[in-house]
């Protein structure tokens, strides 16, 4: 998957749950748990496993099919983790303009670190 169908699926999903937003119940968080869990393990593994078989690069990782950005395990852990914190509601204003404020730098931190990688 290039860059360019990389934001689109993310946006196509952000699209869908903001059209069908999930229920708010613990069957659907356990749910969305277990398969962040299970994309994560999976994640996990393969970048294990990869960086074992990679022995004529001395075993250093190198990002192959299923550990890049653009990869499913990759857009379905953060969906996932995304969903789990979906409903989450703060009153506090000084809690809320602190996460505001992180929300923001870790996003720009993110645009930022494509660069350099």
Request: aromatic content about 20%; some cysteine.
């Amino acid at each position: 998957m290039n860059y360019v169908s990389w934001f689109m699926v993310i946006y196509l999903i952000g699209a869908y749950i903001r059209d069908f937003p999930p229920k708010r119940t613990i069957s659907n968080k356990f749910y969305f748990l277990a398969v962040f869990v299970v994309s994560l393990t999976w994640l996990s593994t393969s970048t294990f496993q990869q960086s074992l078989k990679n022995t004529e690069n001395n075993s250093i990782f190198l990002s192959w099919h299923y550990n890049d950005y653009g990869a499913w395990p990759v857009v379905v852990c953060s969906a996932m983790l995304f969903l789990l914190m979906f409903d989450i509601t703060c009153k506090n204003k000084g809690v809320r303009a602190v996460l505001k404020t992180l929300g923001n730098a870790t996003f720009a931190a993110y645009l930022i670190s494509y660069i350099f990688d």
